[in-house]
């Protein structure tokens, strides 16, 4: 029988699952999709974590003993959400040993209601690094303009960074020279490069559910046609993006010195509209090098059906600049897409937080001191 998944594993797309909760550290679900599905990374968010926390009663238990500290509400929930990513990550260590750190890592996110401003930020990103205290922690610091000197600080201090929340190709260009930045003072104070991972998340479905309802808007046949096409063109130029940096003289420099290339990593791979396959963002992004961060609904759609091809990234570039183009001139206005996607990211992240932050502290009297 075919394995779809060890098919993508073998093109060079490492398989992450977008997704944690103590219930499946708990009953070794995710320790089973490390063994059987070839999973070897986790990624988080507030809103993943808000549907775990108040979805089970599986915290009950440590939200009672941190009510009993008088612990208020955001370091309450800083706690439930390291202690989490900490067992994922060693449940994830073999993985990352064996890879030499390239894989079995797990991402945890700033407070995204910091998203704004740099230096809580940073000082966030260190608390994160030093409370979860596993060297195959990635820390996820949105790419909105305020987090691009942030990346370089934090890549300067030798914490490993998941650049998250990125639409826009230009912004695709800031993170990679934020990531070059910061490595080049990371070789400045000697510290070792091999040992500073980053990846940069292009979210894939959201582009098309935006774009797709400014088609639905304009009404033309020319505007049905592009439907459902500007998501992979989007993140097929990024990785184009990302192919040429790797060609930088600055990049030769740190190459030399033992630092590794941030690889790309599509998020958003559920697919939104049920007209659409439900594998597409994963097999029409197969390329060496990239991570593909899935669901488990996605992650079983390319295991029972995903029809796997080793390379659907490189030569497409020109088609995909084509696509660009086609949506400009139906009257899709790019620049405003991408800004109004990453304004609402923060905006969604921002609001589950919140609501979990009201929901810990009702539920066990854990003060909201702010």
Request: with cysteine.
């Amino acid at each position: 029988m075919s394995d779809p998944l060890s098919e993508l594993t073998t093109a060079g797309v490492s398989i992450w699952l977008d997704d944690l909760s103590r219930r499946r550290l708990a009953d070794g679900s995710l320790a089973d999709l490390v063994r059987h599905r070839h999973v070897c990374g986790v990624t988080t968010n507030p809103t993943i974590f808000a549907k775990a926390i108040t979805g089970s009663d599986d915290y009950d238990r440590q939200l009672h003993n941190l009510a009993l500290r008088d612990v208020d509400a955001d370091a309450a929930l800083r706690e439930l959400a390291a202690a989490d990513v900490r067992s994922a990550c060693d449940v994830l260590r073999p993985v990352y040993d064996e890879t030499s750190g390239v894989d079995g890592r797990v991402s945890i996110e700033v407070d995204p209601r910091l998203a704004y401003d740099t230096d809580r930020t940073v000082a966030e990103a260190h608390a994160l690094w030093w409370l979860v205290d596993r060297p195959n922690l990635f820390v996820k610091i949105p790419a909105v303009a305020q987090g691009i000197p942030a990346i370089t600080a934090c890549l300067a201090d030798g914490i490993p960074i998941n650049v998250t929340l990125m639409f826009s190709l230009d912004r695709y260009r800031q993170v990679i020279d934020a990531f070059v930045s910061g490595m080049e003072r990371a070789h400045e104070r000697h510290r070792d490069l091999s040992a500073i991972a980053s990846v940069a998340s292009f979210f894939v479905s959201r582009v098309d559910t935006e774009i797709d309802r400014r088609l639905d808007r304009i009404g033309t046949e020319a505007a049905a046609a592009l439907r459902g096409k500007a998501a992979i063109a989007n993140a097929r130029l990024a990785f184009q993006i990302h192919e040429r940096s790797l060609y930088a003289p600055r990049w030769y420099a740190l190459s030399a010195a033992g630092a590794r290339p941030q690889r790309p990593l599509w998020a958003s791979t559920g697919v939104k509209d049920p007209r659409y396959d439900d594998t597409r963002y994963v097999v029409d992004l197969v390329a060496p090098g990239v991570v593909n961060t899935m669901p488990e609904q996605t992650l079983n759609a390319v295991a029972e059906h995903g029809a796997i091809h080793p390379d659907t990234i490189h030569g497409t570039y020109e088609s995909a600049r084509g696509v660009l183009d086609d949506l400009a001139a139906v009257g899709v206005d790019y620049d405003d897409v991408v800004a109004v996607l990453e304004r609402e990211g923060v905006e969604k992240f921002d609001a589950s937080w919140k609501e979990l932050r009201t929901a810990v502290a009702h539920s066990t009297a854990v003060p909201i001191t702010r």
